[in-house]
């Protein structure tokens, strides 16, 4: 358990990262064949660099489709039009793409869906509390809140000086374990070069400060809480000035530190893959006991085989906040979720092109997500009486 009192920070980066620029762009291709080829066996790792966009892994496939365009619509969009360095016309796209191995294929595809086992071996974790509407931690939901506003004010021309390269960092004091203030709040952002710091801080502190964070959280807050671009200018950035890998940005797509994490990333994995739906499985599970008042936190462990599809072991805890034995809660999630990979694969109806909003804005915590709705609650109760 953590003590009553303590800070814990949690960092987000803007869709205009290039560790997100990759993000995209493999869950961009991952989105393209699932729209016309449901049974499409994706992994795709990409690279960004100047210049340059690199994408390789294997995909089995029955369809075609254009990855260069794909490509540049996904960067387009993200904004790196004005940039010459890498500008979405000119970027080079090398493609290294094979198949995926016939000795993983043939233990885990599967004409129905619902007997599709898992693609890969590993454990996965889920989490969710109490702290925060969305069943979220307050580090990482306040973070993720500024770079989705930061995104919001450069697309709607209200800072037009922004660029799409970005992160956001914030500090939350807790006091008796639920958050209590929070502690600072560092923003760096890609800017024009004729802007100079200080307006960039009054910007940020009246755009986004004082609009995207919990005014209640705020007791105290100074400008000397507030760090902006700390070197001093951040007017060279995205991939012109910083490689960018899919996969990289594992606990910004998570929990922000605060609940463990497997190791596996998302993006650019069909969901027969369970670093993915195992992960959503495990947060939606979590995200119902919370709700259901059976804890105030809650993590959640899945662990599974390739070629099979049961789990092969189911782990959780509820760190000193249960209401009820963790033993029987551990029955209960058995009794009541979809954990077979087919079953989560076609209750969440994950084969479908859903997965580029995940890159762009983050895989929990966003109501409309399938993985987040709450209809387990009730049924969760009933175990219980």
């Known amino acids: 358990m953590h003590p009553d009192r303590f800070t814990f920070a949690s960092e987000c980066v803007t869709m205009g990262h290039p560790d997100k620029v990759a993000d995209q762009i493999s869950d961009a291709i991952l989105d393209a064949i699932l729209r016309e080829d449901r049974r499409g066996r994706v992994a795709c790792e990409t690279l960004v660099t100047e210049g340059m966009v690199f994408v390789s892994g294997e995909i089995s496939t029955t369809c075609w489709v254009d990855m260069r365009q794909i490509i540049r619509e996904v960067v387009t969009k993200i904004g790196y039009d004005?940039?010459?360095?890498?500008?979405?016309?000119?970027?080079?796209?090398?493609?290294?793409?094979?198949?995926?191995?016939?000795?993983?294929?043939?233990?885990?595809?599967s004409d129905k869906v619902e007997d599709i086992t898992a693609g890969d071996q590993g454990m996965m974790f889920g989490y969710a509390t109490d702290e925060t509407e969305n069943y979220m931690p307050a580090p990482i939901s306040y973070a993720r809140n500024i770079v989705n506003r930061m995104h919001e004010l450069r697309q709607n021309g209200t800072l037009e000086w922004m660029r799409p390269d970005g992160k956001s960092q914030i500090t939350v004091e807790y006091r008796d374990s639920k958050p209590y203030r929070i502690r600072e709040v560092l923003i760096s952002t890609q800017h024009a070069a004729d802007i100079e710091r200080d307006e960039i801080k009054r910007e940020l502190r009246k755009h986004i400060i004082d609009v995207a964070l919990p005014q209640d959280l705020?007791?105290?807050?100074?400008?000397?809480?507030?760090?902006?671009?700390?070197?001093?200018?951040?007017?060279?950035?995205?991939?012109a000035a910083d490689t960018g890998l899919t996969g990289r940005k594992i606990i910004?797509?998570?929990?922000?530190?605060?609940?463990?994490?497997?190791?596996?990333?998302?993006?650019?994995?069909?969901?027969?893959?369970?670093d993915r739906s195992g992960a959503y499985a495990a947060r939606y599970i979590a995200k119902n006991i919370v709700a259901a008042g059976l804890a105030r936190r809650c993590e959640v462990q899945l662990s599974y085989a390739i070629?099979?599809?049961?789990?092969?072991?189911?782990?959780?805890?509820?760190?000193?906040?249960?209401?009820?034995?963790?033993?029987?809660?551990?029955?209960?999630?058995r009794d009541i979720f979809p954990l077979k990979?087919?079953?989560?694969?076609?209750?969440f109806d994950l084969l479908r092109p859903i997965y580029l909003t995940t890159a762009k804005h983050g895989h929990f915590g966003i109501e409309h997500y399938p993985w987040e709705q709450l209809d387990k609650v009730v049924q969760l109760k009933s175990f219980f009486e």
């Open 252 to 274: 910004v797509d998570t929990y922000g530190g605060m609940g463990r994490h497997g190791g596996g990333c998302f993006s650019g994995k069909d969901p027969s893959k369970v």
């Open 218 to 239: 705020l007791k105290g807050f100074t400008d000397d809480n507030f760090l902006v671009n700390p070197t001093g200018k951040f007017v060279h950035g995205g991939p």
């Open 307 to 333: 070629g099979l599809s049961e789990p092969r072991a189911v782990f959780l805890s509820t760190f000193g906040t249960g209401e009820v034995d963790e033993s029987r809660l551990t029955k209960a999630v």
């Open 341 to 347: 990979v087919g079953r989560i694969l076609t209750y």
């Open 82 to 109: 004005y940039d010459h360095s890498f500008h979405p016309e000119s970027i080079a796209v090398f493609n290294a793409i094979h198949e995926q191995s016939g000795d993983i294929a043939q233990g885990v595809i």
